[in-house]
T-cell receptor, first 113, second 110 residues
């Protein structure tokens, strides 16, 4: 079975540009999580969806960040406009049983110049 | 922001030795989980211990949980070079969200 799929794996963009990160969770999982990992702040939860509905977005840094989950098999995280401080690795994870283990994708390494 | 702290931040041992990593957290939890991350990769779930459990084993892994001290430890026995990675604890609240610690970078020298 395919795990969590993320695209692109690497993204280099210039400040001010829009960036869209994509995630396909494991089929049958009903929870989806977006995380950001940096050396300074470690691994931070950005937003959590359950059954395609955003449950907690308190980790989203600011209005430049938005996330959607139009169906059970697809989610996007958009940054508009991007800034150099957004440079990080963004992970998507899915879970099938609520408080159980989460399955992480390979991540998208974002560099904003 | 990180809610947990891990200790030590880095650990270097020889192959065959045991590695112990500790984790503390601040609020009540539903369960506590340990993950491993190889360089440049996503996190991989290792083991989950529920708040009403005190110890759990999985292969060469042993996890303990002390809810009175809000702490957990991960023991890797008979370490191998392939165990070299970063290890993270994460506590799950009643809302099923995970809060990760800062991680321990483990290096196992052959």
């Amino acid at each position: 079975d395919a795990g969590v799929i993320q695209s692109p794996r690497h993204e280099v963009t210039e400040m001010g540009q829009e960036v869209t990160l994509r995630c396909k969770p494991i089929s049958g999982h009903n929870s989806l999580f977006w995380y950001r990992q940096t050396m300074m702040r470690g691994l931070e939860l950005l937003i959590y969806f359950n059954n395609n509905v955003p449950i907690d977005d308190s980790g989203m840094p600011e209005d430049r960040f938005s996330a959607k989950m139009p169906n059970a098999s697809f989610s996007t995280l958009k940054i508009q406009p991007s800034e150099p401080r957004d440079s990080a690795v963004y992970f998507c994870a899915s879970s099938g049983d609520g408080a159980g283990e989460q399955f992480f994708g390979p991540g998208t390494r974002l560099t904003v110049l | 922001s990180q809610q947990g702290e891990e200790d030590p931040q880095a650990l270097s041992i020889q192959e065959g030795e045991n590695a112990t990593m500790n984790c503390s957290y601040k609020t009540s939890i539903n369960n506590l989980q340990w993950y491993r991350q190889n360089s440049g990769r996503g996190l991989v779930h290792l083991i989950l211990i529920r708040s009403n459990e005190r110890e759990k084993h999985s292969g060469r892994l042993r996890v303990t949980l002390d809810t009175s001290k809000k702490s957990s430890s991960l023991l890797i026995t008979a370490s191998r070079a392939a165990d070299t990675a970063s290890y993270f604890c994460a506590n799950a609240n009643a809302g099923n969200m995970l809060t990760f610690g800062g991680g321990t970078r483990l290096m196992v020298k052959p």
